[in-house]
């Protein structure tokens, strides 16, 4: 084979698995947004079958073939004479990575025996389903035998994939490469040492009133809210959707030329909603920044779940919950809402909107706390992974977790162990990501401050210069380089939690006056 | 191969098929109903792919191996022992059928060259989106080439498939197997010979006041009475979905397990939208009536478009602009659109519904004017395929025969030439099915009358027996019987397009006193 041929073949290879992609992607989006509730069955065995026939393609002789002769040519012994000649430097790095990326996969996928993967795929389909419903009957042990199904699965493929390896390490490092349970454990230590006490000074100063925020809101009314903060923070509605679900997500379909969010609209509190939209539209940047020749590869969209949710919750958290985004948003919410939101002021909208309480749902935690979800999460996983917890004991251990860490009684399943839609999803190491995720964000916020004055951004609704920065530094390389790489690209000094942390301290102590 | 063996082969191959359908066809439903704008590319990449994908796994050596092996088995000539004694005369009969459908689809798909019949497929996404453009700017100009590509293709197509037959035909007769145009010129004449006439003296009759139809209806409330009019027809909502698009259609997503239907709310008139959603919910009542056992296989949802729309129209009007259904509508309108609703008596309902005036839209026309809108059109696309007409001349030649035949100037193109989304979709040929569609309908009226008392049915609010003959009689089958066999064994006596013109002719004689 020539080299030319076999790059045309490697893009037309990408090409294809992305239409594949874009079938399967879409499937689960119908699902999560339009589809009736009674197809589930039908959509499984559409999927069962798509997914059968990507893992074909993925894995057969004539792709690792491909993949293994571009993987000599573009990594040479020394001296060797290549026939990659032709081709630049930039080309060749970005070509290698692809290789790389691809590569891996495939290995993977080849140790995990076809029949099993289907048969994990499937199982997904329905577990989605039962969770649904196990969800809205708070009705754990109706989920239970699919979750230790999930579970048991995912154990095995990490043994198939990585014998050396602890399954849950295998997970962690798969959702965000380079990451184990040393590190985690670690970060979250550190998190955990600082956090405890200042949630602590925080419980006992004078609370926050947030009482303007609840009413009555009206679903079309708040559907112009996420509408102004889609335009607001750039996003080209031309390329990205906007739908309702239960659970709301980011996905792209095919490439990030066509994108969707979700959110989900709470008639007594159009903060749920609006948060969800800028965290969702936070994806949705990162991954409609990709350079346009990276649309149909490997290589498009985030590179890591942890550098996707530092852009998710740097736009949630960072900027939309900072005193000049609320600001700024402070006149749409009167022209809005304009009976609850008479005489607010800008000091009170942005306390109340961080206002910080130990609370049961994740999703809807403030800054401070919500890493402590995510600690319970990640505690749990661990130890169901390395066989110490059995799944049937998951709600009691979560709900002991919760009244230790953040003293509070979960009242039902449907607000404790069943509330997030990961597990049924097989993300089994994803959660972490956030936590580490909110943490970068907060570093690369420093290093932003150096070029860009964000405050006089948000204060005049000009998110161009903050977008510009994301998409330079890190938006338009897609999964181009490993998320480390990335981190010492953008920062340039080590990655360091204490950045966040004292971020955290500095708006906390100002907002309770501490 | 065993004959065993064979048969499963076959199941599985219509098994992967369907789930081709399903990607495919969710990508057309979601770009007409949820996906940005700006999002056309990024799906043709992808549906490009996926149709060649299918296109190669129909075509394959190893499919055309196994139906040949099959249609012998199945076929075998006389005294011959074959290898099927253990399967029953019904699976036999239904063997056969698949078989026999996926053999011509074969055979036709491998006289089109792969790379041009993957090249339509894209220039048909292309051309959608283009036609909605073109639609909104009213320019036709705009649109020309890409339908002159469609039109240039489809005799091209035609011409591969059955170089024998004129390639007009063969497409009337791949919507209808069994209609040619000299069939379809004897229906419209005799169509044309009562019609005339009856729409003259219902011209000159007092017209019928239908002021209290227009007002203000938000689409809300619309939507209530769509949800309303799904459960009245007993759709069953668990697995048929309705979403808004641009203009209604019906499809099936793999199978009739996951149906979905769409709907246009016009602000200014609900009955638009009400009539949609009764046309397009007769459509997937045959869908999803199809016998549970033939999801997943070529026989599953309707026969024909001309028995398809048989289905539509007679729910649409034969069933929804009867006296008896209207009269049954009558409270729940009174509920929902109280102010306009105030003071008017079932029979002025019943007339407004059915006011009869020539107009500028197929979808919006009346019973008695609709079939000369679908005259045009034939017309049109019979001398566009014979080569009498330039694909340039169509607005022009579209605007003259709408003034010859229906007596009305057109303003522009928007409500002309662009209306109709078939021919941005390849459609050419469907136009007649709507037409033999309506005629067949008005003889299974008369058929059903003899064992159901189908007046009592609607003013009781009871669907369930007249769904229950259509079930038994058409739904059920599927694709199972050739067209022309079903109606021969639902009717027991020939078609007979005098039994519309009858009903036509009793029914506004009555409504317009004449």
Not at 199 to 219: K, R
Not at 382 to 410: F, S, T
Request: proline share 4%.
């Amino acid at each position: 084979m020539k080299f030319e041929e076999a790059k045309k073949a490697l893009y037309d290879l990408q090409g294809k698995l992305s239409a594949y992609d874009h079938a399967v992607s879409l499937m689960y989006y119908d699902g999560a947004t339009t589809a009736p509730k009674g197809t589930a069955e039908n959509r499984a065995h559409s999927l069962g079958i798509l997914t059968e026939e990507m893992y074909r393609i993925a894995t057969s002789s004539e792709t690792l073939e491909l993949l293994e002769y571009l993987d000599k040519e573009l990594n040479p012994a020394e001296a060797e004479p290549v026939e990659t000649a032709a081709a630049d430097e930039e080309e060749l790095f970005r070509l290698r990575r692809m290789v790389f990326l691809m590569l891996k996969d495939v290995r993977q996928m080849q140790k995990i025996p076809m029949d099993e993967y289907v048969a994990y795929q499937e199982l997904l389909v329905q577990a989605d389903d039962v969770w649904h419903k196990a969800k809205e009957a708070s009705d754990f042990p109706m989920f239970q035998p699919l979750l230790e199904k999930i579970f048991e699965t995912q154990k095995r493929f990490a043994g198939y994939c990585a014998p050396d390896m602890l399954p849950y390490d295998y997970w962690l490092n798969e959702y965000e490469p380079g990451v184990n349970m040393e590190i985690c454990d670690r970060f979250f230590d550190a998190l955990r040492s600082r956090l405890v006490p200042l949630i602590h000074a925080i419980g006992t100063a004078q609370q926050v009133d947030d009482h303007f925020l609840w009413g009555d809101f009206p679903e079309y009314v708040q559907e112009k809210l996420s509408v102004y903060l889609m335009d607001l923070m750039k996003l080209d509605r031309e390329h990205c959707g906007l739908s309702t679900t239960e659970h709301p997500f980011t996905t792209s379909l095919g490439s990030h030329l066509d994108e969707r969010i979700t959110t989900n609209y709470k008639r007594d509190n159009y903060t749920f909603s609006m948060y969800s939209v800028i965290h969702e539209g936070g994806h949705a940047l990162y991954d409609t920044g990709s350079a346009r020749d990276l649309a149909f590869t490997v290589l498009d969209g985030g590179v890591s779940m942890g550098i996707h949710e530092s852009q998710s919750r740097f736009y949630e958290n960072i900027i939309g919950r900072s005193r000049a985004f609320t600001s700024l948003l402070l006149p749409k919410l009167r022209e809005l809402f304009p009976e609850s939101m008479e005489g607010i002021t800008a000091d009170e909208l942005y306390r109340a909107i961080n206002r910080s309480e130990p609370s049961l749902i994740r999703t809807e935690a403030d800054e401070v706390t919500y890493c402590l979800h995510v600690m319970i999460r990640y505690e749990l996983e661990k130890r169901v992974m390395a066989g110490e917890l059995e799944v049937k004991d998951l709600p009691q251990e979560w709900n002991r977790l919760y009244k230790e860490y953040l003293g509070i009684d979960v009242p039902d399943d449907r607000r404790g162990v069943l509330q997030d839609s990961h597990w049924s999803g097989g993300m089994i190491g994803y959660f972490p990501s956030y936590a580490l995720g909110s943490a970068y964000g907060a570093q690369f916020l420093r290093k932003m401050k150096e070029t860009v004055d964000v405050d006089s951004c948000l204060s005049s609704g000009d998110f161009g210069p903050i977008n510009e920065w994301n998409r330079r530094n890190i938006w338009q390389y897609g999964s181009l380089y490993k998320p480390d790489e990335l981190l010492d690209r953008v920062l340039q000094e080590p990655f360091d939690p204490g950045v966040y942390l004292d971020y955290l301290e500095t708006k906390y102590r100002d907002i309770y006056r501490i």
